[in-house]
C-alpha cells in the first residue's frame, strides 16, 4: 500500500529534527505540537506540511501517525485520552501509530493491547544516533518493535526516510527495551567520563588531550567523540538534551531490569550522580501533552 499522508506529533528538538525528512522523502506532513507557534513555524519552512486541525480529528486522513514525546504516559494521554486523537480515526483506514519517543516498554505493550480493542495498531521505533545532528540528515538509527510483520513493512518508507538504520528487535515494545539499554550502557559513559576527566586534571592531564586520547583508543564512546568534546569542554552546555530526560531514561531501565529480576546496583549509583546537579538547574516541564 502506498503511503501518502503522515502525521507527526511533537515538534521539540528530537522531533521537528526527524519530521523535517519526512517531507522531503515526497510525504504529506501534518504536524501538531504543543506550542502553536513552533508547530506554524516547522510548517511554514518545510515542504508538503501543514498544521493539524485543533482536535481528535485532525489526524482522521492519515495513513500513519508518529509521535515523539517525553514519555510513554504522555504518548497514552496524546492518543487515547478526553482529547485523544484516536477518537478522530477510522479502524477502516488501517491507521497505525508509530511511538519514537523514549518510553517504558511496557507502557507501549499496554497502549498496544488497548488500541488493538479499538482496532488499531502501535509500532514502537526510538531513535538514537551514532553522530549529532544525524537525525537532521535522515542517518539516525530506528529500533523497531511490532507484534505485526505486515505493520512494519507498511511503515517502512517512513522509517526509511527518518533513518539510515532500521532495526526490527522482535514484538512490541521490543524497540523502547533496546531504547532503554542503550541510553543506560550511554549514561553509564557519562558518569565514568566525567571521573575520569576530573581525576585527570587533579593529576595534572590536560582535558583536551585527555579526549584525542580517548578517541583512539577503547575509551572512544558517544560522549568522547560528540558531547563532550563540542559542549562540556567549551562550556557550552548545548548539546540540546535535558538532564532530566537522561534521569526519566534511567529510571526505565531500572523498571527494565525490576521486572526481569534482573539485580544491578548501577541504575541507582547513576541516577544518584545525576541528581547532584538538579539543584541548580532550572529544569523545563518534560510531561507536557498535544
Given at each position: 500500500?502506498?503511503?501518502?499522508?503522515?502525521?507527526?506529533?511533537?515538534?521539540?528538538?528530537?522531533?521537528?529534527?526527524?519530521?523535517?525528512?519526512?517531507?522531503?522523502?515526497?510525504?504529506?506532513?501534518?504536524?501538531?505540537?504543543?506550542?502553536?507557534?513552533?508547530?506554524?513555524?516547522?510548517?511554514?519552512?518545510?515542504?508538503?506540511?501543514?498544521?493539524?486541525?485543533?482536535?481528535?480529528?485532525?489526524?482522521?486522513?492519515?495513513?500513519?501517525?508518529?509521535?515523539?514525546?517525553?514519555?510513554?504516559?504522555?504518548v497514552r494521554e496524546v492518543v487515547l485520552g478526553e482529547t485523544g486523537i484516536?477518537?478522530?480515526?477510522?479502524?477502516?483506514?488501517?491507521?497505525?501509530?508509530?511511538?519514537?519517543?523514549?518510553?517504558?516498554?511496557?507502557?507501549?505493550?499496554?497502549?498496544?493491547?488497548?488500541?488493538?480493542?479499538?482496532?488499531?495498531?502501535?509500532?514502537?521505533?526510538?531513535?538514537?544516533?551514532?553522530?549529532?545532528?544525524?537525525?537532521?540528515?535522515?542517518?539516525?538509527?530506528?529500533?523497531?518493535?511490532?507484534?505485526?510483520?505486515?505493520?512494519?513493512?507498511?511503515?517502512?518508507?517512513?522509517?526509511?526516510?527518518?533513518?539510515?538504520?532500521?532495526?526490527?528487535?522482535?514484538?512490541?515494545?521490543?524497540?523502547?527495551?533496546?531504547?532503554?539499554?542503550?541510553?543506560?550502557?550511554?549514561?553509564?559513559?557519562?558518569?565514568?567520563?566525567?571521573?575520569?576527566?576530573?581525576?585527570?586534571?587533579?593529576?595534572?592531564?590536560?582535558?583536551?588531550?585527555?579526549?584525542?586520547?580517548?578517541?583512539?583508543?577503547?575509551?572512544?564512546?558517544?560522549?568522547?567523540?560528540?558531547?563532550?568534546?563540542?559542549?562540556?569542554?567549551?562550556?557550552?552546555?548545548?548539546?540540546?538534551?535535558?538532564?532530566?530526560?537522561?534521569?526519566?531514561?534511567?529510571?526505565?531501565?531500572?523498571?527494565?531490569?525490576?521486572?526481569?529480576?534482573?539485580?544491578?546496583?548501577?541504575?541507582?549509583?547513576?541516577?544518584?550522580?545525576?541528581?547532584?546537579?538538579?539543584?541548580?538547574?532550572?529544569?523545563?516541564?518534560?510531561?507536557?501533552?498535544?
Amino acid at each position: 500500500m502506498f503511503l501518502k499522508t503522515i502525521g507527526y506529533i511533537g515538534l521539540g528538538k528530537a522531533g521537528a529534527s526527524m519530521a523535517s525528512n519526512i517531507p522531503r522523502a515526497g510525504f504529506r506532513l501534518i504536524v501538531r505540537d504543543v506550542e502553536h507557534a513552533r508547530e506554524q513555524k516547522f510548517a511554514e519552512e518545510n515542504p508538503n506540511t501543514s498544521v493539524a486541525e485543533a482536535g481528535p480529528e485532525g489526524f482522521r486522513d492519515c495513513d500513519v501517525i508518529v509521535t515523539m514525546l517525553p514519555q510513554g504516559k504522555v504518548v497514552r494521554e496524546v492518543v487515547l485520552g478526553e482529547t485523544g486523537i484516536a477518537k478522530g480515526l477510522k479502524p477502516a483506514v488501517g491507521t497505525i501509530i508509530v511511538d519514537t519517543s523514549s518510553s517504558s516498554p511496557f507502557d507501549t505493550q499496554s497502549l498496544g493491547k488497548d488500541l488493538e480493542g479499538l482496532g488499531f495498531v502501535l509500532v514502537d521505533s526510538p531513535v538514537t544516533q551514532a553522530h549529532l545532528h544525524d537525525t537532521d540528515t535522515g542517518d539516525a538509527t530506528l529500533m523497531v518493535g511490532s507484534n505485526s510483520q505486515e505493520a512494519v513493512d507498511k511503515v517502512l518508507p517512513v522509517l526509511q526516510a527518518m533513518a539510515k538504520y532500521v532495526f526490527h528487535m522482535g514484538k512490541l515494545g521490543a524497540g523502547h527495551a533496546m531504547k532503554t539499554l542503550n541510553n543506560y550502557i550511554s549514561a553509564a559513559s557519562i558518569v565514568a567520563l566525567s571521573d575520569a576527566l576530573v581525576t585527570g586534571q587533579k593529576f595534572g592531564l590536560d582535558p583536551i588531550q585527555m579526549i584525542d586520547v580517548l578517541n583512539v583508543g577503547t575509551g572512544r564512546n558517544f560522549s568522547t567523540t560528540n558531547s563532550y568534546a563540542t559542549d562540556a569542554l567549551s562550556r557550552r552546555y548545548a548539546s540540546g538534551f535535558q538532564l532530566a530526560l537522561l534521569v526519566k531514561d534511567i529510571g526505565i531501565s531500572k523498571e527494565l531490569f525490576d521486572r526481569l529480576d534482573f539485580g544491578t546496583e548501577l541504575p541507582d549509583l547513576i541516577l544518584k550522580y545525576f541528581r547532584i546537579p538538579w539543584p541548580f538547574l532550572i529544569l523545563q516541564p518534560t510531561t507536557r501533552s498535544c
